[in-house]
C-alpha cells in the first residue's frame, strides 16, 4: 500500500513533491474535480435537479481556488519554492551588477583560497594521524648530556633499556645508513635502517608480507631483511612470492623475510622526508659492547604499557638513566649533566613546523577576516544604492524576512561562487608551495585538495557569506521606510550612514597592518639569513655523494688511493677550477663531534674535555669549497698516512679552547682512539655554518681524510662528497663528473648530485617558504584594504555628487570640494593604522621565535608599513573623489 | 440544512481523516462521505477544507496518496494510513479522550 516515500524524511519528501510540481497540481485540480462530480452525483441521486445538484455541490465544497492555494501551502513545498526563487532572482541582481559581484567573489575567493590552501598544509602535515597505531602511546626515548638535548642512545644503553623497561609495552632502537643492492641492473645505493627486534612492534605495525625480526635474528645478525614498500614495488614489481628469496645487499644474501606496508616510514624520514628503502636487524652483540657507553648513535622508541601515563614513561626512563650514573661515575660524569627522559612521537616528528603552519594559517585567517571585512563593505554600498529598491517593496506588502532571505540568497550564491574561485586558488596556491619544495616538512608532499579541506573551504565560505552578508541585510530592512522612499530620487548626505562602512576600512586597514608587518618582519629575517656569513662560496660548485663498498676496497689505501686519484683527475677537467672531498656536506647533513686531549692542558674536574666536529678532506676542499684561511696552512698534499698528523681547526675551535694564545703548533690527541692520534694544529679557518645558517657555527676541525682512522673501525672513511669549484655552470659537468667515476669504477653507486646553491637554497627554503606566503598575503591585504576605502569614498562622493555639482557651478575648484572628504578618510586610515600597529606589536612577540636577527619590534618594519599603507589607502581615496568631482555639473544636475 | 453545525475544533479534522483511514484507503471525496455519515450528519464540514488537510498529512508522513483507478476507470487518488500516521492515530485519540472527558467534567460540575 504505502511506497517508498512513506520511508522518506520530510524533506526528502517535500523535494520529491517539488521535482513533479507540474504533476502535483495536476492531481490536485483533478481530485476536486472528481470530488465535486461525485458529490453532485450523489446530489442528483437524491432527487435534485443537474443545476441544483450542481450548485449545491459548490456551495458545500467552499471556494475552490482558496482550498487549492492553502493546499499549496499544505504541501510544505512552499518554502522550497520560494528559495528557489530568491536564488533565481539573486542570479539575475547578481548578474545585473556584474562589476561590483566579481569583485566580491573574487575578494571573498582570495581570501578563501589563502586560507583553505593552507588549511590544506596544516592538514596534511599536522592534523593527519602519524602513520602508525594508536601514535599517542609512541614516545621516543631521548638523552641530555652536554649541550646536547636529544641525544642518542649507546648499544650498552639499548641493552639495559631493553631489559630494564619492562613496564612498556615494547621497546626497540635503531640507526641509519645506507647499503648498495646489486643484482639485476644497476647498483643501487639504498637508504638502510638497522632495527632492534622490538622496534617495529613499538611502532605498532605488521609487515603487509612475511614477519618481523625475531629476537634470534636481531641478537646473532641474521641475513634477513624486510623491504620498504617502495623498493618492493620498484624494483620487484610487487611480487607476493618475494619473501623467501634473497637479495644481495652490500656484497652480502639476506633473505626477505617480509613487505612494509606503504603507510610506514620511521620518524626520522618523516621529518627528512627521505624513506628507508630496506629493513635489517640491528645485530649488536651485548659482549662486543661492554665497558662502552660512549657511543651514542641509536634511535629509542617505545610503546606505553597498558594505561601508563606520558608522566610515568618519563619517570620509568628517568629512574633507569639515574642509576647508571650512579653505577657508572667514570661515563657519566657529573658535568655532562645526563638525563634520559621520553617525548611523545608527534612531537618528534612535528615539533619543528608546528609554529611555522599556524603563523601561516594565522595569517591567511587574518586575510580571510579582512576580505570578509571588505565583503561586508562591498555589500553595504550596493544596498545604499539600493535603499528605495527595498522601501518600495516593502511598502508594496513584502515581508521584511521575506527581504532579508532575498539578501541571503544573493550571500548564498555569491559565497558559492567565492568558494569555487577560493579552490581553484587553493589548489594552484598548494601547487606553487610544493614547488618552492621547504624539506622538512614531514608529509607535506600528500597536502592538496582532499575531501575534509574542500568541506572546511565551502563550509567557510558559507559561514563567511551568512555572516558578512546578514550585517547589510539587516541595516537595510530596519530602514525607516517613509524616509527612504522620501529621499526617492534625492541623494542626501548623511554622515551616519557611513559610519558602520568606515568602521570596517579601519578593521581592514588594522588587519592590513598586521600582516603586513608579518610580511615586513619575515622578509627583513630572511634578508639577514641570507646575508649571513656561512664561511663558503657556494656560487659555481657541484657536489655529488659517493662511498667505496668494502667488499672490493679492503685496505685503507685502495679507498685514499682511490679518492687521491678520483679528485686529481676530476680537477684535471676542462672547466673544473678545483676539486675535493669532504665526509659531511654542509648545510645538508649534521655533524658528530669527537673529543680530544691538547697536550700540556690539564681539563679541570668535572669539566668537558674539549670537542669538535669533525670533518675529513682531501687537499683540494678548501679551494672548490671556497674556504678562507684565516691562519697558517690547509691540509695538503704532504699529510700522508705516515706523516705527523695535521689538522685544521675553526676559529671557534681556536677561540674556545686557545683563547688569546696562538694554536697553530698545538698538538692534540683524538679521543677514543680515533688516528692518526696524536696531530698539530697547523691552520685556522674561518667557522662555516654546516647546521643551517640561523645556527651559530659550533667548535669544528678538518682531519685529513690520508690520515684519519675510525675510532670504532680504525677504517678509513668511505662515504664521502665530491665538491667541484667550476669555471661557469656547475650542472653542466654533471656528464663529465659521472664518466670520471665510472672510468675509475664502474660500479659505483652516484648519488645527490647537486650544486651547492640548490643545497644552500635548500637549507632556508622554510623561511623563505614563509616570507613568500606573507608577501603574498600582505600584498592581498594591501589591495583589499586600498578597494575598501576606495569603495567608500566613491559611494561618499556619488551621494553627494548633486551638493559638489552646486558648489562647483558656484565656482568652488575640485581641490576645494575634495579636501574634507579626504580630510574624512584620512581619520578613517589614521585609526586603523594605529589600532593595527597596537596588534602588531602583541602578534610580532608571538613570532618572534620564528625570526631570525630581526626583533619583533624592528623599528624600520614597524615604520615603514604603517607609512605605506596609508599612503595607499589614501591614493585609493583620492581616485575615487577624483573620479566623482570631474562630472560636469550640468549632467551630474540634471540627472537626478 | 437546518441542524446546527459544530465548530471544527482546530485538529480535529486532522483526527477524524485519521480514523476513517484506519479502516481502509479511501479517495478525497470517501472521506469526506464517511465522515458525514458517521458523525450523522452532525458535523457537516467545508468539503474543501479537506484537502488542505490530506495534503498536510500526506507531508507530515501519517498518510500516503497514491494514485489508482476508480470502478469508472477514472484516474483517482487513494489515501492510506502510515505506521506514523497509526502512531499518530493512537496518540491523539489518547489526547482527544482526555480532553472531551475533561471538558464533560467541567460541564457536569456546574
Known amino acids: 500500500m504505502t511506497g517508498p516515500v512513506e520511508y522518506m524524511s520530510k524533506w526528502g519528501r517535500r523535494l520529491l513533491r517539488l521535482a513533479g510540481r507540474g504533476d502535483v497540481e495536476r492531481q490536485m485540480t483533478e481530485e476536486v474535480r472528481l470530488h465535486l462530480e461525485m458529490e453532485e452525483k450523489e446530489l442528483i441521486a437524491r432527487g435534485l435537479s443537474p443545476e441544483e445538484a450542481r450548485r449545491q455541490a459548490y456551495l458545500t465544497f467552499g471556494g475552490v481556488e482558496r482550498y487549492k492555494e492553502q493546499s499549496r501551502e499544505a504541501f510544505g513545498t512552499r518554502a522550497l519554492e520560494d528559495f528557489g526563487k530568491d536564488l533565481r532572482f539573486a542570479v539575475r541582481t547578481l548578474w545585473r551588477r556584474r562589476l561590483s559581484s566579481s569583485l566580491l567573489v573574487a575578494t571573498l575567493g582570495l581570501g578563501l583560497g589563502a586560507t583553505v590552501g593552507i588549511y590544506g598544509f596544516v592538514h596534511a602535515v599536522l592534523l593527519r594521524p602519524l602513520p602508525y597505531a594508536d601514535a599517542e602511546g609512541i614516545v621516543r626515548i631521548v638523552q641530555r648530556y652536554g649541550d646536547n638535548e636529544d641525544g642518542h642512545i649507546s648499544p650498552s644503553e639499548h641493552f639495559d633499556y631493553e631489559r630494564q623497561l619492562e613496564d612498556f609495552s615494547a621497546y626497540g632502537s635503531y640507526t641509519f645508513g645506507t647499503v648498495t643492492l646489486a643484482g639485476d641492473g644497476d647498483p643501487l645505493r639504498l637508504q638502510a635502517a638497522w632495527l632492534s627486534h622490538g622496534a617495529i612492534p613499538a611502532f605498532g605495525v605488521s609487515p603487509v608480507l612475511g614477519r618481523t625480526f625475531s629476537q634470534e635474528e636481531d641478537l646473532g645478525d641474521a641475513h634477513v631483511a624486510i623491504l620498504g614498500n617502495a623498493l618492493w614495488r620498484d624494483r620487484y614489481g610487487e611480487r607476493a612470492d618475494i619473501v623467501g628469496q634473497t637479495v644481495r645487499i652490500a656484497d652480502t644474501t639476506f633473505t626477505v623475510i617480509g613487505v612494509m606496508p606503504a603507510s610506514f616510514v620511521l620518524p626520522e624520514d618523516l621529518v627528512s622526508g627521505s624513506r628507508s628503502d630496506v629493513l635489517l636487524p640491528l645485530g649488536l652483540r651485548p659482549e662486543d659492547w661492554t665497558g662502552n657507553r660512549g657511543s651514542h648513535f641509536l634511535e629509542g622508541v617505545a610503546r606505553l604499557g597498558a594505561a601508563m601515563s606520558q608522566d610515568q614513561a618519563r619517570h620509568t626512563v628517568a629512574t633507569v638513566s639515574a642509576g647508571w650514573t650512579e653505577t657508572f661515575p667514570d661515563d657519566y660524569s657529573a658535568s655532562m649533566g645526563f638525563a634520559a627522559t621520553t617525548r611523545p612521537i608527534a612531537q618528534v616528528v612535528l615539533g619543528d613546523v608546528r609554529q611555522p603552519l599556524w603563523t601561516m594559517l594565522g595569517a591567511a585567517l587574518l586575510v580571510l577576516l579582512l576580505a570578509g571585512a571588505n565583503v561586508a563593505n562591498l555589500l553595504l554600498g550596493t544596498a545604499e544604492s539600493r535603499r528605495q529598491e527595498f522601501a518600495v517593496r516593502l511598502s508594496l506588502g513584502a515581508r521584511r524576512g521575506r527581504i532579508i532571505r532575498q539578501i541571503l540568497a544573493e550571500t548564498l550564491v555569491l559565497a558559492l561562487l567565492a568558494g569555487i574561485l577560493g579552490m581553484v586558488v587553493a589548489a594552484g596556491g598548494t601547487r606553487l608551495l610544493l614547488a618552492l619544495d621547504p624539506p622538512n616538512i614531514p608529509r607535506l608532499d600528500s597536502a592538496g585538495l582532499n575531501f575534509s579541506v574542500v568541506w572546511f573551504g565551502f563550509g567557510l565560505s558559507f559561514v563567511a557569506g551568512i555572516l558578512f552578508g546578514l550585517v547589510p541585510a539587516l541595516s537595510i530592512s530596519a530602514r525607516n521606510l517613509s524616509r527612504d522612499l522620501k529621499n526617492a530620487g534625492r541623494a542626501v548626505s548623511g554622515g551616519g550612514r557611513h559610519r558602520v562602512r568606515r568602521l570596517l576600512v579601519a578593521a581592514e586597514l588594522a588587519i592590513g597592518v598586521l600582516v603586513l608587518v608579518g610580511a615586513g618582519l619575515f622578509t627583513r629575517s630572511f634578508q639577514r639569513l641570507m646575508d649571513t656569513d656561512t664561511g663558503l662560496d657556494a656560487d659555481q660548485v657541484l657536489t655529488a655523494r659517493i662511498s667505496t663498498p668494502d667488499s672490493r676496497y679492503l685496505e685503507d689505501d685502495e679507498i685514499t688511493g682511490f679518492y687521491r686519484e678520483l679528485t686529481e683527475r676530476l680537477a684535471g677537467l676542462p672547466g673544473v677550477v678545483a676539486a675535493g672531498a669532504i665526509k659531511n656536506l654542509p648545510l645538508a647533513t649534521g655533524l658528530g663531534d669527537l673529543n680530544f686531549r691538547i697536550e700540556g692542558h690539564v681539563v679541570p674536574e668535572g669539566q668537558p674535555s674539549p670537542r669538535a666536529d669533525w670533518q675529513t678532506v682531501t687537499p683540494g676542499y678548501k679551494e672548490a669549497m671556497g674556504l678562507t684561511l684565516v691562519r697558517g696552512r690547509w691540509i695538503g698534499a704532504e699529510d700522508v698516512a705516515g706523516a705527523s698528523g695535521a689538522v685544521v681547526i675553526g676559529e671557534t675551535t681556536a677561540a674556545t679552547y686557545w683563547p688569546g694564545g696562538d694554536p697553530i703548533g698545538a698538538r692534540f690527541v683524538l679521543g677514543g682512539g680515533a688516528g692518526p692520534g696524536t696531530v698539530t694544529v697547523v691552520g685556522i679557518v674561518r667557522d662555516v655554518t654546516h647546521e643551517g645558517l640561523d645556527i651559530q657555527a659550533k667548535t669544528q676541525m678538518y682531519l685529513p681524510h690520508e690520515q684519519f682512522r675510525g675510532w670504532n673501525d680504525g677504517e678509513a672513511v668511505r662515504g664521502m662528497n665530491l665538491v667541484l669549484r667550476t669555471e661557469s655552470d656547475p650542472l653542466a659537468l654533471v656528464g663529465q663528473l659521472r664518466n670520471t667515476i665510472r672510468e675509475m669504477d664502474s660500479q659505483l653507486p652516484i648519488s645527490d648530485i647537486e650544486s651547492m646553491e640548490e643545497v644552500l637554497s635548500r637549507s632556508v627554503s622554510q623561511p623563505r617558504t614563509l616570507m613568500t606566503l606573507l608577501v603574498l598575503f600582505s600584498l592581498l591585504s594591501a589591495t583589499l584594504a586600498a578597494i575598501g576605502v576606495y569603495g567608500v569614498v566613491a559611494n561618499v562622493v556619488s551621494s553627494r555628487t548633486r551638493e559638489f555639482a552646486i558648489r562647483k557651478a558656484l565656482g568652488a575648484q575640485a581641490r576645494q570640494v575634495i579636501a574634507p572628504v579626504l580630510q574624512r578618510e584620512l581619520k578613517t586610515v589614521a585609526l586603523g593604522i594605529a589600532v593595527g600597529l597596537l596588534g602588531a606589536l602583541v602578534v610580532a612577540r608571538t613570532v618572534a621565535s620564528l625570526l631570525h636577527g630581526v626583533p619583533a619590534n624592528d623599528l624600520l618594519t614597524l615604520v615603514s608599513v604603517p607609512l605605506g599603507l596609508a599612503a595607499v589607502a589614501l591614493l585609493a581615496a583620492f581616485v575615487a573623489a577624483q573620479r566623482a568631482v570631474r562630472i560636469d555639473p550640468n549632467i551630474a544636475l540634471r540627472s537626478e | ?110
Do not use: C
Open chain 2, 1 to 110: 440544512m437546518g441542524k446546527r453545525k459544530a465548530d471544527l475544533l482546530q485538529g480535529t479534522l486532522d483526527l477524524m481523516i485519521l480514523k476513517t483511514l484506519r479502516q481502509g484507503s479511501l479517495h478525497g471525496w470517501g472521506i469526506s462521505k464517511r465522515i458525514r455519515e458517521t458523525s450523522r450528519g452532525v458535523l457537516e464540514i467545508r468539503q474543501g477544507s479537506l484537502y488542505p488537510a490530506l495534503y498536510r498529512l500526506e507531508d507530515r508522513g501519517w498518510i500516503a496518496g497514491e494514485e489508482g483507478l476508480s470502478p469508472e476507470g477514472r484516474k483517482v487518488k487513494q489515501y492510506s494510513l502510515t505506521r506514523s500516521g497509526r502512531k499518530q492515530l493512537a496518540e491523539e485519540r489518547a489526547t482527544w479522550s482526555a480532553f472531551s472527558a475533561a471538558v464533560n467534567h467541567v460541564l457536569e460540575a456546574t
